[in-house]
């Protein structure tokens, strides 16, 4: 089969989240499993900083607009690791600062430069290889889908390859005004309750929803808690709509980059077997926050993340007075949504003996949370799969999360009697429930260093390569395929 994957961002050239990394790593792994794989990103000026004079695969395709048309050229970013790349260079719209917005806002026309994206995809794809499967990721590339089985409907060329959406977050969906169904050259008709028409805005992921041959979402736990009003985003309905061909599969995570016996970011290797090093990586993460006092029984709280609603870090704040008054260092990470940034300068602030926060976007820095750290916090609101609890995990960072999506589904209470489990969950995002999470897990740190280790060692002994979910994939991508033969 012949997979074209179409996505707003990929590792190694542009990344804002985890979507960055899944792109990064399936095309690779369907063509380890025989399959072609194809990535089409934008040529985003970071793209272009890291790929720059690139060769035209196609000089000009003509994207029509209401009133006007658009043109981009297509680049070929050539092959790495057996998948193609091209990149969709339209410069108007991707030579910009940022990728989605900037301080004040998204920007105003991105249903013109996703729309345009999606579209030159499809006209791209003609010309350089129709795939047997197109598989769109998040509101970004939703159009494709949308455009397949509206206005392309009757282009022979196009018209037997199947779609796949993958929804990486359900809170990001593209809302623009209703008149973006005109401005798309898409029929009228399509603006119904039943297709793209969401409280009388016009919804790109709500049509990818509807118009996808399949749906995936990165965690079978998250598969369901979007089809119920609490975590659906409203799209809750049309989700129940498609149960049927809504799969959830498990991110895999690379084990290259993150792995301590291996990690060239961290101070020492260490592994299941001989954890001497993760001190003297504890050691150089406590120097690196300014903490060196910190004493070798306190545990050391680890978060790296955006600073984001979705997050949960209001439980932080509540849990704070009871938490940072103790024996314990929080170290926090993280950029992102100015209310949570100046939460995090506040507990600083206030407790500037037992917290050391960073505000900023550092890799280097975030592996060696992940080592130096006793514990992980995730007290996530939501969280499709999260990438940091398994890392932390493997890195003998004992996680304490809240029980959903991805975090439920990776992450095992730890249970004395029968000394598994890989972390503490709470079932109730309330901070009397984090702070009991919380509080089991510092218990068997102080006062069962035997069962600590345990738990350490299960978390170490989990493995969640990309190998399966690559499996799962291409099943999906199978079962599309038949269908439209
Ligand atoms: P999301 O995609 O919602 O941001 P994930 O847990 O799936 O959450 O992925 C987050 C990724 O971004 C992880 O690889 C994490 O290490 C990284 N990350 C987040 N914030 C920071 C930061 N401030 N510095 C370095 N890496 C970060």
Redesign the pocket.
């Given at each position: 089969m012949h997979i074209v994957f179409a996505a707003s961002e990929c590792v190694p050239y542009v990344?804002?989240?985890?979507?960055a990394?899944v792109v990064g790593a399936v095309p690779r792994e369907v063509v380890s499993l025989g399959h072609r794989a194809t990535v089409y990103l934008p040529y985003y000026r970071q793209v272009r900083e890291r790929a720059p004079e690139k060769a035209v695969a196609i000089h000009s395709l003509t994207i029509p607009f209401q009133y006007y048309n658009r043109f981009s050229a297509i680049l070929d970013g050539g092959v790495h690791d057996g998948v193609q790349f091209y990149f969709v260079d339209c410069p108007e719209m991707f030579d910009r600062e940022s990728l989605y917005a900037t301080q004040t806002g998204d920007y105003p026309d991105n249903w013109e430069r996703f729309g345009l994206f999606s579209r030159a995809v499809l006209e791209a794809a003609k010309q350089l290889g129709v795939p047997d499967i197109f598989h769109a990721h998040d509101w970004q590339t939703s159009m494709i889908p949308v455009y397949l089985r509206t206005i392309y409907y009757f282009d022979p060329a196009l018209r037997n390859a199947g779609t796949v959406l993958t929804i990486?977050?359900a809170g990001y969906q593209g809302w623009f005004p209703p008149q973006t169904t005109e401005r798309l050259l898409l029929p009228w008709e399509i603006f119904t309750m039943d297709r793209v028409e969401h409280y009388d805005t016009f919804n790109f992921l709500k049509g990818g929803i509807v118009y996808s041959d399949a749906i995936t979402t990165?965690s079978r736990k998250y598969a369901e808690e979007i089809q119920t009003p609490e975590f659906g985003e409203k799209l809750d309905g049309v989700l129940r709509t498609r149960a049927a061909d809504l799969h959830g599969i498990l991110?895999g995570v690379d084990y290259k980059e993150?792995d301590p016996a291996t990690d060239h970011n961290i101070a020492a290797h260490y592994t299941p077997e001989n954890l001497e090093g993760k001190k003297e990586c504890r050691r150089d993460l406590l120097h690196a926050f300014g903490a060196e006092h910190v004493a070798d029984e306190t545990p050391v709280l680890g978060i790296?993340?955006?600073?984001?609603t979705?997050?949960g870090f209001d439980l932080i704040a509540q849990i704070a007075p009871r938490l940072l008054s103790g024996d314990v260092f929080l170290i926090a990470?993280?950029?992102?949504e100015p209310y949570y940034e100046g939460l995090f300068r506040t507990i600083q602030n206030q407790y500037h003996g037992t917290a050391s926060i960073?505000?900023?976007?550092?890799?280097?820095?975030?592996?060696k949370v992940?080592a130096g750290a006793d514990i992980f916090l995730?007290p996530?609101r939501y969280?499709?799969?999260?990438?940091?609890?398994?890392?932390s995990m493997k890195y003998g960072t004992v996680p304490v999360v809240h029980a959903t999506g991805?975090l439920d589904d990776t992450v095992d209470e730890w249970d004395a009697a029968t000394q598994v489990g890989s972390g503490f969950k709470f079932m109730n995002q309330t901070a009397d429930d984090f702070y009991s999470a919380l509080e089991r897990a510092l218990e068997v740190f102080r006062n069962d260093k035997k069962s600590w280790v345990q738990i350490m060692r299960n978390g170490m002994a989990k493995s969640y390569t990309w190998q399966k979910p690559a499996k799962e994939y291409v099943d999906v991508y199978q079962q599309v395929a038949r269908r439209r033969s």
């Open positions: 990344k804002t989240g985890g979507l990394d990486h977050n990165v991110n993150w790296v993340s955006r600073f984001a979705q997050k990470l993280g950029t992102g960073k505000i900023a976007y550092d890799s280097i820095l975030a592996h992940e995730m996530s969280e499709p799969c999260g990438l940091n609890q398994i890392y991805g």
